[in-house]
Nanobody
């Protein structure tokens, strides 16, 4: 059964760091692109970072470039999001999701319509 379990969220001060984990089951990270999305209250869902199957190529939203890093451990079927230099505007529920179709690609996009199988999310709050 396809499932994601996100963890690692919490309350952190501006400038701090968190590492989110997304444990996947029911499919192989070598077959599907996986992405992190976030949604803040009253705002639309935003793509944050994605990592492709096979080659592990990554893409990050402009709002997090240089601060967030997506990675994966295929042996553990887990995708990570290392978040540094956090800002109050990073406050949101963070979700991981799997691309709808298995493709071998050299890049990935952060378009929500390309993904399904969303996890339950983990709350990240950046506040002093």
């Amino acid at each position: 059964q396809l499932q994601f379990v996100e963890s690692g969220g919490g309350l952190v001060q501006p400038g701090g760091s968190l590492r989110l984990s997304c444990a996947a089951s029911g499919f192989s990270l070598n077959s599907y692109t996986v992405a992190w999305f976030r949604q803040a209250p009253g705002k639309e869902r935003e793509g944050v970072s994605c990592i492709t199957s096979v080659f592990g190529r990554t893409n990050n939203a402009d709002s997090v470039k240089g601060r967030f890093t997506i990675s994966r451990d295929t042996a553990k079927d887990t995708v990570y999001l290392q978040m540094n230099s956090l800002k109050p505007e990073d406050t949101a529920v963070y979700y991981c999701a799997r691309q709808k179709t298995p493709v071998i690609a050299l890049g990935c996009r952060l378009t929500g319509e390309e993904y399904d199988s969303w996890g339950q999310g983990t709350q990240v709050t950046v506040s002093s």
